[in-house]
């Protein structure tokens, strides 16, 4: 099992830049597939990103495409997300998930593993 702790988010102006981290526990996070999804007042919940856990390959969703990119430091069992040119509506909360079996990527059906999110505010 793994657990996973969000960190990094806030109120942010349009234009700005924001970094989430995602924090691990266990000493096999290499092992695990990692994802980032949001949910926006009023909306179901999405895919982000996402990286694999063993090329390391990359996927987006189309809003974030050129804007957000995942990466991940497995000697710190962190995954990060950075976000620039913030627009209003990337406005969410943002979860990081887990899993070590992983047939898509962009689907949070996938993920067994969920942290409890952080809050990431852009204001007009």
């Known amino acids: 099992q793994v657990q996973l702790v969000e960190s990094g988010g806030g109120l942010v102006q349009a234009g700005d830049s924001l970094r989430l981290s995602c924090a691990a526990s266990?000493?096999?996070?290499?092992?695990?597939?990692m994802g980032w999804f949001r949910q926006g007042p009023g909306k179901e919940r999405e895919f982000v990103a996402a990286i694999t856990r063993r090329n390391g390959n990359t996927y987006y969703g189309d809003s974030v495409k050129g804007r957000f990119t995942i990466s991940r430091d497995n000697a710190k069992n962190t995954v990060y997300l950075q976000m620039n040119s913030l627009k209003p509506e990337d406005t969410a909360v943002y979860y990081c998930?887990?899993?070590?079996?992983?047939?898509?990527?962009?689907?949070?059906?996938?993920?067994?593993?969920w942290g409890q999110g952080t809050q990431v505010t852009v204001s007009s």
């Open positions: 998930a887990a899993d070590r079996y992983i047939v898509v990527p962009t689907a949070q059906s996938n993920y067994n593993y």
């Open positions: 266990g000493r096999t996070f290499s092992s695990y597939n």
